[in-house]
């Protein structure tokens, strides 16, 4: 093939390579997140496939499985939080704000100075002023809410159909893709098992935590179920994690008089969960299932994909927990397998 040719061909490469994106790009995102998640759960799925000797058999009892622990228990939290938004008692709010605005707390010596600002802000605490911040935020909710839940029917589809032609994608990409075989199956490789890690990290926050914090929940007459789902997925925001779930609940019964409940809530969140479940039991737990399952021994820096978690999570919000370290992943494997060019 002449120079030429080739300059035309790779400019019609480019433009039809724009305008596909531009066709797809309303479901873009939701295609990137079932090929992740295909990939983080790659392992799996190919066990199914080889018990059940059938790939589309393999792959529904792998998408359904996917369904049923990642996005069943998002569309039963939206459904229960909407129907508590239809029947909720502004009482409720007019307890917490009396309780806090009687609240004559002194702060350190050390932070004497901020004093006066703790009491000014504590004194514009009022029925109207939470109810004004609240009601932006519950419409903006509700229309996330409806966008999430058709994300999520999208990916699950995605998801399927990714699965069930996984190899046949696989082998066409590494024919098209002007790189040497073994570089490819290097960066798919490093993908996979930072992707095993990161998935199998999440869900193994999110069903200990949320599971340990439904029970002291259903414990003081709360919706247990519903407490743990939405503290299993708070849990993976770094930082500040499921204090986003006690707190609240530790001040509202601070609001109703229920001073060791209050206290109780917090201390069970704080060392029983974020302390001994979090720091000891979690680890242990995902290296058994990884070494007896999945057998994925990713080298990578745990401070690392904690970063590529936040930054994911700051720029794309929700998926970014998934974006966040696969980028990250493809981007130093890309300078690996350079560096190696270069060598």
Excluded: C
């Amino acid at each position: 093939m002449h120079q030429k040719d080739k300059n035309f061909l790779t400019l019609m490469t480019l433009l039809t390579a724009v305008l596909v994106v531009y066709l797809y790009k309303p479901f873009l995102l939701t295609i990137i997140i079932a090929i992740l998640l295909s990939i983080a759960t790659y392992s799996a799925t190919k066990k199914l496939i080889e018990l059940t000797k059938s790939k589309i058999v393999g792959s529904l009892i792998s998408t359904f499985l996917m369904s049923i622990l990642f996005f069943m228990p998002i569309i039963y939290s939206v459904n229960t939080l909407l129907q508590y938004a239809n029947h909720f008692d502004a009482g409720y709010i007019e307890k917490i704000s009396t309780y806090l605005t009687n609240l004559h707390y002194k702060l350190p010596d050390t932070l004497s100075y901020f004093q006066s600002y703790f009491d000014n802000f504590i004194s514009k605490i009022n029925v109207e002023n939470i109810s004004s911040f609240i009601l932006p935020y519950a419409t903006q909710f509700g229309k996330m809410s409806a966008g999430f839940l058709k994300d999520m029917f999208l990916i699950v589809i995605f998801f399927f159909f990714i699965n069930l032609y996984a190899e046949e994608l696989v082998r066409y990409f590494k024919t098209v893709l002007p790189m040497q075989k073994d570089e490819v199956d290097e960066i798919f490789t490093q993908i996979t098992d930072v992707m095993n890690v990161v998935f199998y990290s999440i869900l193994t926050t999110a069903i200990l935590e949320g599971f340990l914090f439904g029970i002291i929940g259903k414990v003081y007459g709360y919706n247990g179920l519903l407490l743990g789902i939405l503290y299993g997925f708070s849990s993976l925001i770094p930082v500040v994690g499921g204090a986003i779930m006690w707190l609240p609940i530790s001040l509202y019964e601070l609001a109703l008089g229920h001073t060791k409940e209050a206290l109780f809530f917090a201390a069970y969140s704080v060392i029983v969960i974020s302390i001994i479940a979090d720091t000891f039991i979690k680890p242990m737990i995902i290296k058994y299932i990884n070494e007896k399952f999945f057998n994925t021994n990713a080298g990578i820096n745990e401070l690392l994909v904690f970063l590529s978690i936040l930054a994911g999570l700051s720029t794309f919000g929700f998926w970014g927990m998934v974006l966040g370290p696969a980028i990250t992943t493809l981007f130093i494997s890309i300078l690996s397998v350079y560096k190696k060019m270069e060598d």
